[in-house]
Structure formats: structure tokens, C-alpha cells
């Protein structure tokens, strides 16, 4: 069963600071790409920033120039470096790797990491 296991959440003051850790089981399947998703309440779960097998990276437009997204291929992590944090990035942080068997793809998700940014 695959996992994914999430550290680094917390509280934070507006303009700080976060690191956030996402380290998987290996799998059978080929990982296509890792990332975080987060979701605040009352809203919908959405896209953070991801990065694929081959080194391509997307982010969300929210978090560009503040968030950096990178992966430690031999430590099977990827984490989420969080800087000049604003209130609105208050979320549940969610890791997120997408596999490929076949023509099938499938996401796993991690249990989700709480990031308060509060004065």
C-alpha cells in the first residue's frame, strides 16, 4: 500500500516561514509527478504546486515567487519551501503522486498537514 507521510506543518506569523515534507513508499508504478495540494475551509481542494518526473514544475499563481517546490529523488521526498507566508495560505496541505500503470493513472494522497498563518 502506498504512503505518503507529511511533516512540517504549524503555526506561523503573517511573513513567515515553512518547510513542508512529503516522503512516499516506494511504488511498483511509475511516479509521474509529486506535489501539494491544500484546501482551506469552505473551499475546494486546489493545486499548489507540482512537479513531474522529468523536473517540470508548476505553481499556482497565488503562491509563485513565494513557494518553491523541490525532491530528493533518492529519499523518495518532495517538499514545499513556504516563504513571506500570507494569511490566506491558512490551509490543510495535502502531498499528492500521481502513478502511471499502463494507460491507468492514479493519485495518492497523504493525510494532510495543518498551516496556520496567524498574528
Known amino acids: 500500500q502506498v504512503q505518503l507521510v507529511e511533516s512540517g506543518g504549524g503555526l506561523v506569523q503573517p511573513g513567515g516561514s515553512l518547510r513542508l515534507s512529503c516522503t512516499a513508499s516506494?511504488?511498483?508504478?511509475?511516479?509521474?509527478?509529486m506535489g501539494w495540494y491544500r484546501q482551506a475551509p469552505g473551499k475546494e481542494r486546489e493545486l499548489v504546486a507540482v512537479?513531474?518526473?522529468?523536473?517540470?514544475?508548476n505553481y499556482a499563481d497565488s503562491v509563485k515567487g513565494r513557494f518553491t517546490i523541490s525532491r530528493d529523488n533518492a529519499k523518495n521526498t518532495v517538499y514545499l519551501q513556504m516563504n513571506s507566508l500570507k494569511t490566506e495560505d491558512t490551509a490543510v496541505y495535502y502531498c499528492?503522486?500521481?502513478?502511471?500503470?499502463?494507460?491507468?493513472?492514479?493519485?495518492?494522497w497523504g493525510q494532510g498537514t495543518q498551516v496556520t498563518v496567524s498574528s
Open positions: 512537479i513531474t518526473s522529468d523536473g517540470s514544475i
Open positions: 499528492n503522486r500521481r502513478t502511471k500503470h499502463g494507460v491507468f493513472l492514479n493519485d495518492d
Open positions: 516506494r511504488s511498483i508504478f511509475s511516479t509521474i509527478r
